[in-house]
């Protein structure tokens, strides 16, 4: 199957790099500060391939960096026509177990009012009111997701349950969409195994975070033995691989999260 997206920098421009990428049946072209150009983010000088990134040679000896989608297609069911509804209902139950302990997650993240927080890829706004709940009216909460059906769906949600402190965000599969260090706290909720592009997001959420803010990831376990076969095969990476990428980009692991009963997910912390 075609990468869903491919990202060219070249190393030796100091030019802005092209996207050119499709989501279905969608063609997005957009320009972006290649990494390698900007170097104004820890962590980035080491410009090793990260996952789904390939170093190639270029006529004349320069190096380009390309991008490709580490999951091709993850997110396509979530553009289509209906997807809002059809996605409410499946990830909106007391079945799910992150949706079952959405209370005491957010608990556990010890919000105060006047943060600033992100619901990182928000999807159909299952952890919306419980975020913004202890934020209060001076705090702020982003809801980014990049699908449109799951955008117009927050969009209602938030003028129909008068949410004020909350703005909904669209993002894209390289980065968030929000100003540098802007953000108390990052939370990425059964998010990770759907991002396409793990080393540039991780780069733009790296640049996202205030220095001293926590990036909250909750995630899908894969353990064989443990974790169902449905989930072994959608879930790409285990808890090690995550771990592994996430650091790699500049995030230091702050404490494993064990007090909240999660069966199937775990909830890591990192700081930046
Ligand atoms: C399984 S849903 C989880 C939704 C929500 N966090 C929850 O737990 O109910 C995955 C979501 O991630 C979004 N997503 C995937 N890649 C993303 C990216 N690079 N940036 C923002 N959102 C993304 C998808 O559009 C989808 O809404």
């Given at each position: 199957?075609?990468?869903?997206?491919?990202?060219?920098?070249?190393?030796?421009?100091?030019?802005?790099?092209?996207?050119?990428?499709?989501?279905?049946?969608?063609?997005?072209?957009?320009?972006?500060?290649?990494?390698?150009?900007?170097?104004?983010?820890?962590?980035?000088?080491?410009?090793?391939?990260?996952?789904?990134?390939?170093?190639?040679?270029?006529?004349?000896?320069?190096?380009?960096?390309?991008?490709?989608?580490?999951?091709?297609?993850?997110?396509?069911?979530?553009?289509?026509?209906?997807?809002?509804?059809?996605?409410?209902?499946?990830?909106?139950?007391?079945?799910?177990?992150?949706?079952?302990?959405?209370?005491?997650?957010?608990?556990?993240?010890?919000?105060?009012?006047?943060?600033?927080?992100?619901?990182?890829?928000?999807?159909?706004?299952?952890?919306?009111?419980?975020?913004?709940?202890?934020?209060?009216?001076?705090?702020?909460?982003?809801?980014?997701?990049?699908?449109?059906?799951?955008?117009?769906?927050?969009?209602?949600?938030?003028?129909?349950?008068?949410?004020?402190?909350?703005?909904?965000?669209?993002?894209?599969?390289?980065?968030?969409?929000?100003?540098?260090?802007?953000?108390?706290?990052?939370?990425?909720?059964?998010?990770?195994?759907?991002?396409?592009?793990?080393?540039?997001?991780?780069?733009?959420?790296?640049?996202?975070?205030?220095?001293?803010?926590?990036?909250?990831?909750?995630?899908?376990?894969?353990?064989?033995?443990?974790?169902?076969?449905?989930?072994?095969?959608?879930?790409?990476?285990?808890?090690?691989?995550?771990?592994?990428?996430?650091?790699?980009?500049?995030?230091?692991?702050?404490?494993?999260i064990t007090s909240v009963p999660l069966s199937e997910n775990y909830m890591l912390v990192f700081t930046r």
């Amino acid at each position: 199957m075609a990468p869903l997206a491919r990202v060219r920098a070249r190393s030796l421009l100091p030019a802005l790099a092209l996207i050119v990428g499709c989501a279905g049946d969608r063609e997005v072209r957009q320009r972006m500060t290649p990494p390698e150009v900007s170097g104004s983010l820890p962590g980035t000088e080491d410009t090793s391939p990260g996952p789904g990134e390939a170093d190639g040679a270029l006529n004349g000896g320069e190096t380009e960096t390309e991008l490709v989608s580490v999951r091709p297609g993850v997110n396509d069911k979530y553009f289509e026509a209906g997807a809002a509804e059809e996605w409410s209902e499946l990830l909106e139950h007391d079945g799910r177990d992150v949706f079952e302990h959405r209370e005491a997650i957010v608990a556990a993240m010890a919000l105060e009012p006047g943060m600033t927080v992100a619901d990182i890829g928000a999807g159909t706004g299952a952890f919306l009111t419980t975020l913004s709940a202890p934020l209060g009216p001076e705090g702020k909460l982003y809801a980014v997701d990049i699908a449109p059906p799951f955008l117009e769906h927050l969009r209602g949600r938030v003028a129909d349950e008068g949410l004020s402190n909350v703005e909904v965000v669209e993002g894209t599969t390289t980065e968030t969409g929000l100003p540098p260090g802007s953000v108390d706290v990052l939370f990425v909720c059964d998010v990770y195994h759907h991002i396409e592009y793990p080393s540039a997001y991780l780069r733009s959420l790296h640049e996202t975070l205030r220095p001293g803010g926590r990036l909250v990831i909750v995630e899908f376990d894969k353990v064989p033995g443990k974790t169902s076969k449905r989930m072994m095969k959608h879930v790409r990476q285990d808890k090690a691989t995550l771990l592994a990428e996430v650091g790699a980009e500049g995030f230091s692991l702050v404490e494993e999260i064990t007090s909240v009963p999660l069966s199937e997910n775990y909830m890591l912390v990192f700081t930046r």
